[in-house]
């Protein structure tokens, strides 16, 4: 009996230091990061994870517009594939588009398809820290009605980083587009940045900043030739004089992290800044699948 009660004490005093071990191990930053929610197309994470993302989008447009106004939905569903711990092979457009434009009412269409690769050359786990580049190239299969499928395409190059600081985490993306037919397409550097805060797994709350810079006027003809403005992340007009604008927006939102592989977006932005162009405001909801 005597034997019995300090074996069982050992074997009590075992769980408790392995619960003390378990308690105390270090957890992974990246366990309480979060992808980006706004500017699904062009601000992608720098993190390597396989996911599938359905998003729903709606857009008011500004009445400044040369629509006079309107507003947009999108359906789309976004597909990421972690090759290995640093590879991933990424689709972020694609979709449906519903567009309402003023007197430009009732076009609907798919939008443009895109498909490329990122790879992590940092991932300092211990300094909280990953930097990863990638290229992507948008094909021109969207349709015309909704402002799709012009040109021969553009090529996205982008850096995605993000650093944490405990719970806080801030994550960016610099990139420029760069259209195969510059007649047709106009090239743009974006730029975007978000500052989260691992509040809890159900709301983890964000604020994010979007800009896209265009570089060139298109030679185009119809309401492009006398845009001043682009069509900031899911339109590339060919605007013919929105060379040196910058079109910006500020926004928040939220996570929660509903499951272990499923996270559930809402991102609400408004465009800063003049001129105005396609975008007033806008709400995003998504979810993110992981597999």
């Given at each position: 009996?005597?034997?019995?009660?300090?074996?069982?004490?050992?074997?009590?005093?075992?769980?408790?230091?392995?619960?003390?071990?378990?308690?105390?191990?270090?957890?992974?930053?990246?366990?309480?990061?979060?992808?980006?929610?706004?500017?699904?197309?062009?601000?992608?994470?720098?993190?390597?994870?396989?996911?599938?993302?359905?998003?729903?989008?709606?857009?008011?447009?500004?009445?400044?517009?040369?629509?006079?106004?309107?507003?947009?939905?999108?359906?789309?569903?976004?597909?990421?594939?972690?090759?290995?711990?640093?590879?991933?092979?990424?689709?972020?457009?694609?979709?449906?588009?519903?567009?309402?434009?003023?007197?430009?009412?009732?076009?609907?269409?798919?939008?443009?398809?895109?498909?490329?690769?990122?790879?992590?050359?940092?991932?300092?786990?211990?300094?909280?820290?990953?930097?990863?580049?990638?290229?992507?190239?948008?094909?021109?299969f969207g349709n015309e009605e909704v402002f799709q499928g012009s040109g021969k395409?553009?090529?996205?190059?982008?850096?995605?980083?993000?650093?944490?600081?405990?719970?806080?985490?801030?994550?960016?993306?610099?990139?420029?587009?760069?259209?195969?037919?510059?007649?047709?397409?106009?090239?743009?550097?974006?730029?975007?940045?978000?500052?989260?805060?691992?509040?809890?797994?159900?709301?983890?709350?964000?604020?994010?900043?979007?800009?896209?810079?265009?570089?060139?006027?298109?030679?185009?003809?119809?309401?492009?030739?006398?845009?001043?403005?682009?069509?900031?992340?899911?339109?590339?007009?060919?605007?013919?004089?929105?060379?040196?604008?910058?079109?910006?927006?500020?926004?928040?939102?939220?996570?929660?992290?509903?499951?272990?592989?499923?996270?559930?977006?809402?991102?609400?932005?408004?465009?800063?800044?003049?001129?105005?162009?396609?975008?007033?405001?806008?709400?995003?909801?998504?979810?993110?699948?992981?597999?």
């Amino acid at each position: 009996m005597k034997t019995l009660k300090i074996t069982m004490a050992a074997v009590g005093a075992g769980m408790i230091a392995m619960g003390a071990v378990a308690q105390d191990a270090p957890v992974d930053w990246t366990d309480m990061t979060i992808s980006p929610v706004l500017n699904p197309v062009f601000f992608e994470s720098p993190h390597i994870r396989s996911g599938v993302r359905p998003i729903f989008m709606h857009q008011n447009i500004h009445k400044s517009f040369a629509t006079g106004g309107g507003d947009l939905q999108l359906y789309a569903a976004e597909v990421r594939w972690a090759v290995n711990d640093r590879l991933a092979i990424i689709a972020t457009k694609d979709g449906y588009v519903d567009a309402d434009l003023g007197a430009l009412s009732g076009r609907g269409g798919f939008a443009d398809i895109s498909l490329g690769a990122k790879y992590a050359v940092i991932d300092d786990k211990e300094k909280q820290l990953i930097v990863t580049p990638g290229l992507e190239l948008e094909l021109p299969f969207g349709n015309e009605e909704v402002f799709q499928g012009s040109g021969k395409g553009e090529w996205d190059l982008f850096v995605a980083a993000a650093k944490g600081y405990g719970k806080w985490h801030v994550t960016g993306n610099v990139g420029a587009r760069i259209p195969n037919d510059m007649s047709k397409n106009t090239a743009q550097l974006h730029y975007s940045l978000q500052l989260d805060n691992y509040v809890h797994r159900y709301f983890i709350p964000f604020v994010a900043a979007n800009a896209f810079t265009t570089l060139n006027g298109a030679r185009t003809a119809g309401i492009p030739s006398i845009l001043n403005t682009e069509g900031f992340d899911l339109i590339n007009f060919g605007s013919g004089n929105a060379a040196g604008k910058t079109q910006a927006t500020l926004g928040l939102g939220f996570r929660s992290r509903l499951l272990a592989n499923l996270d559930f977006g809402f991102g609400w932005e408004k465009a800063v800044g003049a001129p105005k162009s396609i975008i007033d405001d806008r709400f995003t909801i998504d979810f993110i699948i992981g597999f």
